[in-house]
Structures are given as structure tokens and as C-alpha cells.
């Protein structure tokens, strides 16, 4: 277990250098078996949902290994299980991405059901659903979910809601199925398509034809590639909230406009300043911050997982902001620590005519304690407090809260979520200027 004793009120100073995005570089590492000879996999975070991803690939045969400053090998030619160890489901969201691998080399695949952060019920069902209409035959048993398709077939599917990881997931069965797939309403984040341009640069024939709309012709052979995974957006916008928050001037190298739009949008309308250049981006503290109003949206939209960054730089704000959470189904968690530190924070349920359009998570999952909105009131002077950290992306928030709020906070990590997204963040908060002390 890790714990973090931070004292508030330094403004960050400095540059920091984001490494490859969680969401990308773990879902490349899995596509990289649908090879038969090694990839060079480049510019990797070294944190805990890859490494976990490593060992679910050695469990099955196949090897995967360090290679160099933040660069993995990947050998699929040994790959003989179609079977991982059941208890790496229960903290990982990748399990299910490894059906369109295990279905390709031995036509069955027996995994867990996967696991990651608590924030709400998993629509596994967009991701099965394609995969039947690609020929596969789908059994639950328990906890493990039983896969068996003696060959994939071209087919044309429509997701009923967007779906990042079922995007991904159904790009990889068709990417060796016999014919072509169209996947129309497909995911559009920028890890779909680093995703998508791996696979071609190992031979694959991928291509976005229209708006939400990806078409593939299967091949019968990929080879290995050697490929640099994109940076993460998600550090990116996590440093930007702590700069602000902080009062603080940072530069963060490898930051891309493209990935972060909305992001920067609500920036403008908020004030905070930011400063695009061929370094990356800088983010700085220019004026007061103005309370604005986002709603959670698929990509091209503010991302759900900036969602709790977003509302923790708020309380810094002045006036009155609301948070609209349409995309996962319970993501307001962390208001219970902003609320002891003093945030005024109220959860709600806004007044919506279409749930079912407006919600890309599954209305009839809805539980009746689950909130969908925030209403912040700042600005708000934080104060210190305890508190244990519940998944990865409240413990992002927490470490920002911390470095915002006058006196100590104390947060304890029992389980390593931070370590499942971010490299280290709490040292590289330290070369800002932060005070943070951790203890293992």
C-alpha cells in the first residue's frame, strides 16, 4: 500500500513529459498477437495496467518483455492457452479484448469477465452482440465468459451506443475474418485509430470511410511492426487541472490539440490560459477562473474520465458550474471527499426527455442512489483531510485537491490505482514544486 502526505498551496512550476496512454498502449500490446512474428512496441507509461497486460500474454504461452527505455517486445509465436489466469480479470479492463486473438489462433477462448474501476455496469452486451453477428457462439458460466467460432465472417453491425472498447475489440476479430466488415455508430477516441494504425502498419486493411463508420477487409496474415504509441491525453489534461488549480505555469511536452478539443474549449470559456506550441502545450494561471458548464460526451466530446479533474478545478472557480455525467453511470464518487474538504458540491438527476439517447451508458442499469450531475459553487478555499482512494481517476483528484487545499491531506492507496494509469505522478508533481511526500 502507498500513502501520500500532501501539504497545499505551492503553485506548480516547470515541464513534465507525458509518456504512451493507458487506453492505447495495453489494447496494442494485446493486438500485437494477431501477428506471426515479433513487435517493437514504443514510448510506453510504466504502469500497472501494462504490466498487468504483460503477464496475461506470458500466462498464455506467448512472451512479452521489456525492450529498452519505456519499449516492450511482443512474440506471439508461442502463443498455446486460450485461457488466461481468471484472477487477472478482476482488476483489468483488458480480458475481453483477448477473445478476438485466442478465436483466431485456436477458435475458442475462455476469459474472465473483466474488472478496472467501479463506476458502474460494463454494456458487455455491444461488444458480444458484434461478435455473434461475426459467427462466434457466446456462453456465460460463472464468472468466465466462453467464446468458440470456427471461422469469422465478414459482417455489417451497427452498435446500438457508442463503445470504445467494443470498437476496438470487434476491429480485431474482423481484422482476420474472411470478407469485409462495415462497423457503422463505431467509437471515434484517438486510441481507436493508433489502434487501427498498428494493425495496418503489421498489414491489416482498415479505414474510416464515413462519420462513425470503419471498414475492414479481412487478411489471412499480419506480420509484426514496430510502432510508437500515441501520449496520453488523459496525463496531458490531469497536469493541466493541477496547474491551474495550483495557480501554477507548466509546460507538457508531448501534448497533442487534437486529443484534447473540448478540453481546450472549456478552457477558453473558463479563462485558463494555455499556450500550443511545437513542445507541446503550456498551461498557466492568467485570471481568475469563470464557472462553465460541461457535459460528458463519446470523442469528439469531454471525455468522461476528465470528469472529476474537471470538477475539482471548478471549485476554484467563481460562480456557479454543472457537471453532466452521460457516459458512464456512476462517476461522482470522489464529491464525497471534495465535499469533507469543503467543496459545495450537490449531486442531482437533471431533467432529461430521451434518457436512452442522451445516456450512452444502459438506462435500465440505472440504480436509484446513482446521481448523474454536480453542481459546483466556488470558489472554494479547500481544506485538508484523510482519505482513501477509490479508483484511478479519484485518486488523480484527490493528489489535485490536495496540492490546492490549505494544510495536510493524507491519502492512502491500498489498492494502487494511481499506479494503474499514471507513471509516477506523484514524483513528477514533486519536480514542480509540490510538497508530497509518499510512503510505501
Same mark, same amino acid.
Given at each position: 500500500?502507498?500513502?501520500?502526505?500532501?501539504?497545499?498551496?505551492?503553485?506548480?512550476?516547470?515541464?513534465?513529459?507525458?509518456?504512451?496512454?493507458?487506453?492505447?498502449?495495453?489494447?496494442?500490446?494485446?493486438?500485437?498477437?494477431?501477428?506471426?512474428?515479433?513487435?517493437?512496441?514504443?514510448?510506453?507509461?510504466?504502469?500497472?495496467?501494462?504490466?498487468?497486460?504483460?503477464?496475461?500474454?506470458?500466462?498464455?504461452?506467448?512472451?512479452?518483455?521489456t525492450m529498452g527505455e519505456r519499449a516492450y517486445l511482443i512474440n506471439p509465436q508461442n502463443l498455446n492457452s486460450y485461457s488466461p489466469e481468471s484472477?487477472?480479470?478482476?482488476?483489468?479492463?483488458?480480458?475481453? +479484448?483477448?477473445?478476438?486473438?485466442?478465436?483466431?489462433?485456436?477458435?475458442?477462448?475462455?476469459?474472465?469477465?473483466?474488472?478496472?474501476?467501479?463506476?458502474?455496469?460494463?454494456?458487455?452486451?455491444?461488444?458480444?452482440?458484434?461478435?455473434?453477428?461475426?459467427?462466434?457462439?457466446?456462453?456465460?458460466?460463472?464468472?468466465?465468459?466462453?467464446?468458440?467460432?470456427?471461422?469469422?465472417?465478414?459482417?455489417?453491425?451497427?452498435?446500438?451506443?457508442?463503445?470504445?472498447?467494443?470498437?476496438?475489440?470487434?476491429? +480485431?476479430?474482423?481484422?482476420?475474418?474472411?470478407?469485409?466488415?462495415?462497423?457503422?455508430?463505431?467509437?471515434?477516441?484517438?486510441?481507436?485509430?493508433?489502434?487501427?494504425?498498428?494493425?495496418?502498419? +503489421?498489414?491489416?486493411?482498415?479505414?474510416?470511410?464515413?462519420?462513425?463508420?470503419?471498414?475492414?477487409?479481412?487478411?489471412?496474415?499480419?506480420?509484426g511492426a514496430i510502432f510508437k504509441v500515441m501520449a496520453d491525453q488523459n496525463q496531458v489534461v490531469s497536469f493541466a487541472c493541477a496547474a491551474l488549480?495550483?495557480?501554477?505555469?507548466?509546460?507538457?511536452?508531448?501534448?497533442?490539440?487534437?486529443?484534447?478539443?473540448?478540453?481546450?474549449?472549456?478552457?477558453?470559456?473558463?479563462?485558463?490560459?494555455?499556450?500550443?506550441?511545437?513542445?507541446?502545450?503550456?498551461?498557466?494561471?492568467?485570471?481568475?477562473?469563470?464557472?462553465?458548464?460541461?457535459?460528458?460526451?463519446?470523442?469528439?466530446?469531454?471525455?468522461?474520465?476528465?470528469?472529476?479533474?474537471?470538477?475539482?478545478?471548478?471549485?476554484?472557480?467563481?460562480?456557479?458550474?454543472?457537471?453532466?455525467?452521460?457516459?458512464?453511470?456512476?462517476?461522482?464518487?470522489?464529491?464525497?471527499?471534495?465535499?469533507?474538504?469543503?467543496?459545495?458540491?450537490?449531486?442531482?438527476?437533471?431533467?432529461?426527455?430521451?434518457?436512452?439517447?442522451?445516456?450512452?451508458?444502459?438506462?435500465?442499469?440505472?440504480?436509484?442512489?446513482?446521481?448523474?450531475?454536480?453542481?459546483?459553487?466556488?470558489?472554494?478555499?479547500?481544506?485538508?483531510?484523510?482519505?482513501?482512494?477509490?479508483?484511478?481517476?479519484?485518486?488523480?483528484?484527490?493528489?489535485?485537491?490536495?496540492?490546492?487545499?490549505?494544510?495536510?491531506?493524507?491519502?492512502?492507496?491500498?489498492?494502487?490505482?494511481?499506479?494503474?494509469?499514471?507513471?509516477?505522478?506523484?514524483?513528477?508533481?514533486?519536480?514542480?514544486?509540490?510538497?508530497?511526500?509518499?510512503?510505501?
Amino acid at each position: 500500500m502507498s500513502s501520500y502526505i500532501i501539504t497545499g498551496g505551492t503553485p506548480l512550476y516547470g515541464s513534465v513529459k507525458v509518456g504512451g496512454a493507458k487506453n492505447a498502449s495495453y489494447k496494442i500490446m494485446i493486438a500485437a498477437l494477431l501477428g506471426d512474428s515479433p513487435s517493437r512496441l514504443l514510448n510506453f507509461s510504466r504502469i500497472s495496467d501494462v504490466g498487468l497486460v504483460a503477464k496475461i500474454i506470458n500466462s498464455l504461452g506467448a512472451n512479452a518483455k521489456t525492450m529498452g527505455e519505456r519499449a516492450y517486445l511482443i512474440n506471439p509465436q508461442n502463443l498455446n492457452s486460450y485461457s488466461p489466469e481468471s484472477n487477472c480479470g478482476q482488476n483489468s479492463r483488458a480480458s475481453t +479484448m483477448f477473445i478476438p486473438v485466442l478465436l483466431h489462433r485456436f477458435g475458442q477462448a475462455i476469459v474472465p469477465y473483466p474488472g478496472g474501476d467501479k463506476i458502474g455496469k460494463r454494456p458487455l452486451e455491444r461488444h458480444f452482440d458484434g461478435l455473434i453477428a461475426l459467427g462466434a457462439e457466446i456462453k456465460a458460466k460463472g464468472d468466465l465468459i466462453k467464446v468458440s467460432a470456427k471461422q469469422l465472417s465478414g459482417t455489417h453491425y451497427k452498435f446500438a451506443k457508442n463503445t470504445h472498447t467494443g470498437t476496438e475489440t470487434l476491429i +480485431m476479430a474482423a481484422v482476420k475474418a474472411q470478407g469485409t466488415t462495415l462497423l457503422e455508430n463505431a467509437a471515434q477516441e484517438t486510441e481507436v485509430d493508433d489502434l487501427i494504425k498498428f494493425l495496418n502498419s +503489421m498489414g491489416a486493411k482498415i479505414k474510416r470511410t464515413q462519420h462513425r463508420t470503419i471498414e475492414i477487409q479481412g487478411v489471412k496474415k499480419l506480420k509484426g511492426a514496430i510502432f510508437k504509441v500515441m501520449a496520453d491525453q488523459n496525463q496531458v489534461v490531469s497536469f493541466a487541472c493541477a496547474a491551474l488549480a495550483t495557480k501554477g505555469d507548466i509546460i507538457v511536452e508531448n501534448a497533442r490539440t487534437q486529443d484534447i478539443m473540448a478540453f481546450l474549449k472549456k478552457l477558453d470559456d473558463a479563462g485558463g490560459g494555455y499556450e500550443v506550441g511545437e513542445y507541446g502545450i503550456r498551461f498557466f494561471y492568467k485570471q481568475p477562473l469563470t464557472a462553465t458548464d460541461v457535459i460528458t460526451q463519446p470523442h469528439p466530446g469531454f471525455k468522461t474520465d476528465w470528469q472529476p479533474l474537471w470538477a475539482t478545478l471548478m471549485t476554484q472557480a467563481e460562480g456557479e458550474s454543472v457537471v453532466h455525467e452521460t457516459v458512464s453511470q456512476n462517476r461522482f464518487k470522489y464529491t464525497q471527499a471534495l465535499r469533507k474538504m469543503g467543496a459545495k458540491i450537490k449531486l442531482f438527476n437533471p431533467r432529461v426527455e430521451n434518457p436512452e439517447k442522451i445516456y450512452n451508458f444502459n438506462v435500465k442499469d440505472i440504480k436509484k442512489e446513482d446521481k448523474h450531475a454536480a453542481k459546483i459553487t466556488g470558489k472554494t478555499d479547500l481544506i485538508g483531510g484523510e482519505f482513501e482512494i477509490e479508483d484511478l481517476r479519484h485518486g488523480a483528484t484527490l493528489l489535485i485537491a490536495g496540492m490546492t487545499a490549505w494544510g495536510k491531506t493524507t491519502l492512502r492507496d491500498p489498492k494502487n490505482h494511481i499506479g494503474r494509469g499514471y507513471e509516477d505522478l506523484d514524483q513528477l508533481f514533486q519536480t514542480m514544486g509540490a510538497k508530497i511526500k509518499r510512503l510505501d
